[in-house]
């Protein structure tokens, strides 16, 4: 594959820079923020998601007769790459996850009513398939659906909805059949997220970002919310966790944080030398540096495969996200140890090395590792689907 990007992609990303800068905002803009500066969870991020949409970016890759443009996987790779670059919020659950599916596997009725509220940045969702024994184990979840009429009956716990307490609109994943086989017997629903039935209480992370436990009690959701055929689901949510393994973890941040630290690491002197004539600290740069470079072209590979059509690519979805996410933490653990005691300072302490980043860092990648399927479900994907390897080896 050419890892080099066209004349016109690079024109793309020139307009997107160019956008970025007109419309740069602190509200809406914060790398400190690492991994959760994608969500939209404000008024000025949703504003700013809109203008998005007005630009036709929201649906870059989505069929024309749904709104979008149909261009390349590309483009909306370095869009997302650009947003992430800024700390700015990125096309993810809508776009991706909800849209996707729902262009590929949805009702008429669900195509209608929230395609074009998508590409407007009109309506958010948050994902429930976690629960609080099926983490990265989606097939394990229990969360009960039962026949009631023309529709169904929810009741059970989500866990780790990071989006619920500002989403309007719940993608949940619900065992229709509970005599059926692991993977077999879940759908998928779509449920207001100000149903009575719904309570939302607050998990506050490490990184001092809000996720959520999500109680469904009584819940009932019509026929018409259900997404693609009964007892489909773990269909679809596979083929969304590829993408969201992908969009979830971009590479920009990591180029960004590296960055930081080659600065401090340029400037800093410590016992009367300057920092980069040291030579371990020169060596552990140099081989960041070209881990970075790994972690690139696997996302590229990602994207190439991608655009091809065909299956999924799995496989390197999830080469992807491991080692984009372990090497997150490797970096993350080195900004700590270059930069000394201080660098234990809470981000935006001025006077602290790199300015208090890798602190947070050091807190927010341990999170990464875990979202998306945890490296441990990557390392398993990976030696079923791309070494062909048993599933008990």
């Known amino acids: 594959m050419d890892f080099e990007f066209s004349p016109e992609q690079l024109a793309f990303v020139e307009e997107v820079e160019r956008f970025l800068d007109e419309h740069d905002d602190p509200e809406v803009f914060d790398v400190t923020r690492e991994n959760m500066a994608q969500i939209v969870d404000t008024p000025a991020r949703r504003a700013f998601m809109a203008l998005l949409g007005e630009q036709g970016w929201l649906g870059i890759t989505w069929p024309k007769e749904y709104g979008g443009t149909e261009g390349d996987g590309v483009y909306e790779h370095l869009l997302n790459e650009a947003l992430a670059r800024r700390g700015g919020p990125q096309i993810g659950k809508g776009v991706g996850i909800v849209g996707k599916t729902i262009i590929r596997h949805g009702s008429e009725k669900l195509k209608q009513e929230f395609l074009p509220k998508i590409l407007r940045n009109e309506v958010e969702f948050a994902v429930g398939y976690s629960e609080p024994n099926a983490g990265s184990d989606a097939a394990s979840m229990q969360l009960k659906a039962t026949r009631d009429g023309d529709g169904w009956r929810l009741n059970g716990q989500k866990t780790w909805t990071t989006s619920a307490h500002f989403a309007e609109w719940y993608w949940v994943g619900a065992r229709t059949d509970p005599e059926a086989a692991k993977h077999a017997g879940i759908t998928l629903f779509l449920v207001p997220l100000d149903h009575p039935g719904i309570t939302v209480k607050a998990i506050w992370t490490m990184g001092d970002e809000r996720t959520n436990e999500v109680y469904l009690d009584e819940v009932w959701v019509s026929d018409d919310y259900v997404v693609g055929e009964l007892n489909h689901g773990f269909q679809y949510i596979s083929e969304a966790l590829d993408l969201e393994r992908f969009t979830m973890f971009t590479f920009s941040p990591i180029a960004q944080r590296l960055d930081v ?5 340029a400037h800093a002197v410590r016992d009367g030398r300057p920092l ?15 881990q970075a470079e790994v972690a690139r072209v696997l996302g590229l590979a990602f994207v190439n495969k991608s655009s091809k059509g065909g299956a999924a690519p799995t ?3 999830s080469a992807y996200k491991l080692y984009a996410t372990e090497l997150s933490k490797r970096l993350a653990s080195a900004s700590m140890d270059i930069g000394g005691p201080g660098a234990q300072l809470r981000v935006k302490t001025t006077d602290a090395p790199m300015e208090g980043r890798a602190e947070s860092t050091y807190r927010y990648t341990v999170i990464d590792t875990i979202g998306g399927g945890t490296s441990e479900i990557q390392k398993n994907i990976i030696a079923r689907r791309k070494l062909g390897l048993p599933k008990n080896f």
């Open 315 to 317: 496989a390197e979805a």
């Open 276 to 290: 980069r004539d040291d030579p371990v600290v020169r060596q552990r740069i140099a081989q960041l540096a070209t």
């Open 261 to 265: 630290l080659c600065d401090y690491v």
